[in-house]
């Protein structure tokens, strides 16, 4: 044996070396993503979900520990993470980088499942079909978990298919499914379970995923009850969580029951965009990966059983939205490149023809180029539901330092934690304790007597209400936001109203003993002084 094969590797569970063509397969996707996710990182702004990571992850640890005792458990260890990234510089690009480190990497583990599974051209075009993928480069753009998340379960997912070739490679005479490096690849294959369903518990549906591979590979009861052990362990370790967020569940309260159109959607961000040419085209390549074995059997439930088991929890206790699931999308292109490889196989083509890969690159280049308006489109502000940079200018505009402030509800406060300058030295009338103080998010608010003598003190008033508050039939449950809305309607008259991205910045005086409630005067110019 020369000394090139003496130094091979283990890839795909047999003794060899890692090509050249192997590591491009690897290479060249991560390259892709991580140029995708970098274009246009910096927005200009960040939407509310975001602002909740830059405020929480900049507390002290004590004061993360607190604050999730009572809100937000299932983002603890991503908050823990952030406040370490955030140490090095609190800004916008430096909050969304550890996801663009996510989907890089995800990339990178769908093309080595690619690899490990067929040959290196199903990986190159798996990882690059990610890569390019919308659904893919618009959370490697959020400052949340998600792409975090995606990489944890396309790492374990190469685990398992590492396990289960290791333990062919050991033939017969392997006694126990645990013994050797398997068992090693196990036990890492728990550990990395546990830790990406502590960054979102709702990732745990992959190990439904995985038991449904292992079904359909007909994997003998060694092999099951090594991952049942792993699998529990990652359980166990979750079990605190979950019993914890249990108590947590009105924060997504706002979510509704899926129903056939969720599913679409879900389609369609899985198979490349919209309706059209592309979107048929991946459907029916992905029909006929399916008949790819191997590796059908690990994309297909990949893809297929997260989503599916949420939406139908969801029509009990809604917990469904397309980010929970985002794990799930490394299916998609895994089946589609097998459905390429498996037709070019029809046709003749070598397992090795360079020919065919190189003629796979140009075809997602093209499927890229169809997507183009969909990724610039995900990298404008106006794409997330809100743009707080936007609203703290407008307040920086119009709200003198000393002049009293109301936020209606309380978690328009946000605006002013992630971008406090437009509200330097304003008086908010309803604050008791700041959100570090009271561990809470948007912090806790005085009672409604005591609200009810700070506005008594005031003649002039500047409120910030969310889209609903001001346009609906919206009544709060909590007593203080109750008062603030009959307060504002009876004892105050609008003065003036401007408006950033769907919040509603309105000046109020006091209402003279004989007047009348009077409509908003709209002007572009600011408020008098």
């Not at 003749?348 to 997507?371: E, I």
């Amino acid at each position: 044996m020369g000394l090139r094969s003496r130094i091979g590797v283990v890839v795909c569970g047999r003794s060899q070396k890692t090509s050249r063509t192997e590591v491009l397969a690897v290479a060249v996707p991560a390259a892709v993503m991580s140029a995708v996710g970098l274009w246009g990182l910096d927005r200009g702004g960040i939407w509310r979900d975001e602002a909740v990571t830059f405020q929480v992850a900049r507390r002290t640890v004590p004061q993360i520990w607190r604050l999730l005792h009572g809100v937000d458990a299932v983002h603890g260890l991503y908050y823990l993470f952030m406040h370490v990234v955030l140490t090095v510089h609190p800004g916008e690009v430096v909050l969304r980088l550890p996801s663009v480190c996510g989907a890089t990497a995800t990339a990178a583990l769908v093309a080595a499942l690619g690899v490990r599974l067929a040959r290196p051209r199903v990986g190159l075009w798996a990882g690059l079909l990610y890569a390019v993928t919308p659904l893919a480069g618009h959370y490697a753009q959020e400052g949340r978990s998600y792409a975090l998340v995606a990489a944890g379960a396309a790492g374990a997912t190469l685990l398992l298919a590492r396990a289960l070739d290791e333990r062919t490679d050991a033939g017969p005479s392997a006694r126990t499914a645990t013994a050797g490096p398997s068992g090693r690849t196990w036990w890492a294959y728990g550990s990395v379970v546990a830790v990406t369903c502590l960054l979102h518990e709702l990732a745990v549906f992959v190990l439904c995923a995985h038991a449904l591979t292992l079904a359909l590979l007909r994997a003998p009861r060694q092999v099951w009850a090594a991952w049942a052990r792993a699998a529990g362990a990652a359980v166990l370790v979750l079990l605190p969580l979950v019993l914890v967020s249990r108590g947590q569940s009105q924060q997504v309260a706002w979510l509704p029951v899926p129903d056939w159109e969720s599913a679409e959607r879900l389609l369609r961000n899985f198979a490349a965009g919209p309706r059209g040419a592309v979107f048929w085209g991946c459907l029916a390549l992905m029909a006929v990966g399916l008949t790819a074995g191997r590796t059908a059997a690990f994309a297909a439930p990949l893809m297929i059983v997260p989503p599916a088991f949420l939406m139908l929890l969801s029509q009990v206790k809604p917990l469904y939205h397309d980010r929970y699931v985002l794990y799930a999308l490394a299916g998609a292109p895994l089946l589609i490149a097998a459905g390429a490889d498996r037709l070019a196989g029809l046709a003749g083509s070598r397992p090795r023809s360079w020919a065919v890969t190189a003629a796979g690159v140009p075809a997602v280049a093209l499927v890229f180029l169809h997507l183009l308006p969909l990724h610039r489109e995900y990298r404008t502000l106006a794409h997330r539901p809100d743009d707080l940079a936007a609203v703290s200018a407008l307040a920086g505009r119009e709200v003198r330092p000393g002049d009293p402030v109301l936020f209606l509800p309380s978690l328009g406060r946000r605006t002013a934690l992630a971008y406090p300058n437009g509200f330097r030295g304003v008086r908010d009338l309803a604050l008791k304790a700041t959100g570090p103080e009271s561990g809470t998010l948007y912090g806790r608010e005085v009672g409604p007597r005591e609200l009810q003598r700070r506005l008594a003190s005031v003649n002039r008033l500047w409120v910030f209400a969310e889209p609903y508050v001001l346009r609906s039939r919206w009544f709060p449950g909590e007593p203080t936001e109750r008062l603030k809305l009959v307060e504002v309607e009876e004892r105050f008259v609008p003065r003036w109203e401007g408006e950033r991205d769907g919040v509603t910045l309105r000046l109020y005086v006091r209402r003279p003993a004989t007047a009348s409630l009077a409509p908003p005067a709209r002007s572009p110019r600011p408020a008098p002084r």
